[in-house]
């Protein structure tokens, strides 16, 4: 476990700074806009903004970027502050971009009295067609040489509301020929009457993302805003920014997005999942949200082991989703409590055991005996999986077969002797006898077998609600194909089972809690779950093809 890792890149910029005392310590931030859920790409940043503060003894800021007022809601705030905390983190300070809009103004009034920023009547059409293209120069606006004074009026009626949406303005002049089209003179300040989530009608202006981010940067003493590739153009105005306002220097670095296989990331694209009812809702288990994800049963732990394990990119790549399973199994491996489901249930009957009888069998609740036993009750008569049953047992078939023998999970070894079918050829009910000096813990009967399968006493199990979930998409990369994204969803990405069985153990189980159903995967209790009615999520297989693959 103490393997030495080498320095990400940005660690080792960070060991440098301090180092060389660029700075004393890092302030870090993780800068949402709640206009969705967080899904599993912004765990990676939060992992790495905060896990690097927690590393260097610095701080990190949750800054909420709300300066797009008509996607903005308060209910995104509360789910994003409970997503990072339940992720494990905790912020020094909880704060807004809104928060700093009459300071952003006064940075806008002080560009405009350097000359460095002008009201442009132009429309998002003639601004688009004067701008050139990335090899070919832009040309100035018409209104580009306005007088300091007529834009400082100018500027003022924009904020006072005596214009539109979209009649003006405001640009800083930088150079209409720079090679970087985002110094093409950008727009700082926009138009937009609308209601906002925290300031209301106050504003009818708001500062676009390049005015706001970099600035909530410097008015927070950020060291290193660290912020995805896509960025990277964006880069030279901030640094613009900072020089000519003379604010705190952030500085900005940039790390590769995280994607995954079979999965979008993209907060417009989930959101079209949730409104146009392709899933429940943003915590559907499905979902690459971490609500969702909570709510299927992954760990924070696993989550941030992940983030860990996948590190610091500086390109572009695709994550497999099979190494997000891995690392969840990893864990619910360690903390899942083991007990007995039955998916598909088939009725056993042990004929030579006294009808009305119950015995109480002690079975272990998880990999070793540290973890303790449980009472589990037998009797004559017992679910067990359809699946474990052969009319005629093929080569290789460990499992109950007519004369074949198997262990019943804790309990004894049993020989099937025969079987029903009902009028539609299925199989109803399957007999056998049970071998009483078998008993597990007490097996003096010398007989060997091969297979062990789980059961559950009829009188006693539970009938529950069980969710089973699949990829939400058919495609490996569904936002590179061809066509919608929508295209490609899984139609059979949830599959309900109604007619499953628990142990009685579980009547008293609580969401946030985590089993084997053992042979048939990890499982939570949903929160839909009801006293009278138990549902139960299956959280992932047992199955784990990845863990060969990184082990060797
Ligand atoms: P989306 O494209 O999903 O809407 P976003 O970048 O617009 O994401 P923000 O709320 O602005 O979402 O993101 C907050 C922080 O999370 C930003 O610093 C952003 O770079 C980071 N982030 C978003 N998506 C990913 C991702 N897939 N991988 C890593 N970091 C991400
Ligand atoms: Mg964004």
Known sequence: MSEEKSLNFIEEIIEADLAGGQCKSILTRFPPEPNGYLHIGHAKSICLNFGLAIKYGGK??????????????????????????????????????????????????ALIKKGLAYV????????????????????????????????????????????????KVLRVKIDMAANNMHMRDPIIYRIKHAQHHRTGDQWCIYP???????????????TH????????????????????????????????????????????????????????SWDDPRMPTISGMRRRGYTPESIRNFCERIGIAKRENLIDVSLLEFCVREHLNLIAKRVMAVLDPVKLVITNYPEGQTEELMSENGPD???????????????????????????????????????????YIIQCNDFVKDADGNISEIHAT????????????????????????????????????????????????????????????????????????????EVGNHFQFIRKGYFCLDKQSTKEKLVFNRTVSLKDAWAKEVKK
Not at 149 to 160: G, P, Q, Y
Not at 379 to 399: G, Q
Request: charge should be negative.
């Open 60 to 109: 990190t800021n949750l800054r909420f970027d709300d300066t797009n007022p008509a996607k903005e809601e308060t209910e995104y705030v509360d789910s994003i502050k409970e997503d990072v905390k339940w992720l494990g983190f905790n912020w020094s300070n909880e704060l807004f971009a809104s928060d700093y809009f009459d300071q952003i103004y006064s940075f806008a009034v």
């Open 120 to 167: 442009d009547d132009s429309t998002a059409d003639q601004i688009a067609a004067l701008k050139g293209s990335p090899t070919e120069a832009g040309k100035n606006s018409p209104f580009r040489d306005r007088s300091i004074d007529e834009n400082l009026s100018l500027f003022a009626a924009m904020k006072s509301g005596t214009y539109k949406d979209g009649e």
């Open 208 to 222: 676009m993302y390049d005015f706001a981010h970099g600035q909530s940067d410097s008015i927070e003493n950020i």
């Open 225 to 280: 805003s660290i912020c995805t590739l896509e960025f990277i153009p964006h880069r030279e105005l901030y640094e613009w920014f900072i020089k000519q306002l003379e604010i705190f220097p952030s500085k900005q670095y940039e790390f590769a997005r995280l994607n995954m296989t079979y999965t979008v990331m993209s907060k417009r694209k989930l959101l079209q999942l949730v409104t146009e009812g392709h899933v429940q």
């Open 369 to 411: 005996e540290s973890y303790g036993n449980r009472k589990i009750q037998f009797s004559k008569e017992l679910w067990i999986e359809r699946e474990d049953f052969m009319e005629e047992a093929a080569k290789k078939w460990f499992r109950l077969a007519p004369g074949a023998l198997v262990r019943l999970k804790s309990a």
């Open 434 to 509: 049970y071998i009483p000096e078998s008993k597990s813990g007490a097996d003096t009967s010398e007989i060997k077998v091969k297979g062990t399968i789980h059961w559950l006493s009829i009188p006693h199990a539970l009938q529950s609600e069980i969710r089973l979930y699949d990829r939400l998409f058919n495609a490996e990369n569904p936002s590179q194909e061809e066509g919608d994204f929508k295209e490609y969803i899984n139609a059979d990405s949830l599959q309900i089972i109604t007619k499953a069985y628990v142990e009685p153990s579980l009547s008293n189980s």
